[in-house]
């Protein structure tokens, strides 16, 4: 059974100076992930989604390249749960994602990671956890966690000890981004 979505929850925000750290980031809040968990990314282009997605494969145990479903919408990767990756730049809204067969019951078997999901808002888009980004190019990233479900804060827990780990490296070693 889904757990009830509810509106506000706690949040985290955090600083990437890299792709490297993004990746880093997104690999151990994939270490919570469970059964049936909804990931909505939301973020300009360039933003940073792809590596998170990428970097969230890694903390699943995704030995394939992942890069962004643009052209093909989704892909699926085998993990320690199933991957499902999409991207919803190129749809209009929640009706071509379902009548493209975008959202199905095989995804509560796994987690469902979603790239522009600003697109499927509303019941359909109900996410356990949102990840914002800002900034794009060589700026360093604002993301921002904020869950959405009692789920969902298992997420921005493992992002806050992320943090915490990342600056207490940088003011030991200088070496972290």
Not at 18 to 45: C, F, H, N, P, Y
Not at 46 to 51: C, L, M, S
Not at 65 to 75: G, H, I, Q, R, Y
Not at 136 to 160: F, K, P, Q
Request: hydrophobic fraction near 40%; charged fraction near 25%; glycine fraction near 14%.
């Amino acid at each position: 059974m889904a757990e009830p979505r509810t509106p506000g929850g706690s949040s985290v925000v955090v600083r990437s100076a890299s792709a490297e750290a993004t990746r880093a980031l997104a690999a151990q809040v994939a270490e919570v992930a469970g059964a049936g968990d909804v990931v909505a990314l939301r973020g300009e282009l360039g933003a940073g989604k792809t590596q998170f997605a990428k970097g969230f494969a890694r903390g699943l145990g995704v030995d394939a390249v992942v890069n962004s479903p643009s052209f093909t919408l989704m892909a699926e990767y085998a993990g320690r749960l199933p991957l499902f990756h999409l991207d919803l730049y190129r749809i209009v809204g929640a009706a071509d994602a379902l009548a493209g067969g975008l959202l199905d019951e095989r995804q509560q078997s796994g987690v469902t990671l979603i790239e522009w999901a600003e697109r499927l808002d509303g019941p359909v888009g109900g996410s356990d956890v949102e990840v914002r980004f800002e900034g794009s190019g060589d700026e360093v990233r604002r993301i921002e966690l904020l869950a959405r479900t009692d789920r969902g804060r298992h997420y921005v827990g493992a992002a806050r000890t992320w943090r915490d780990e990342w600056r207490d490296a940088a003011n030991s070693d200088g070496g972290r981004p």
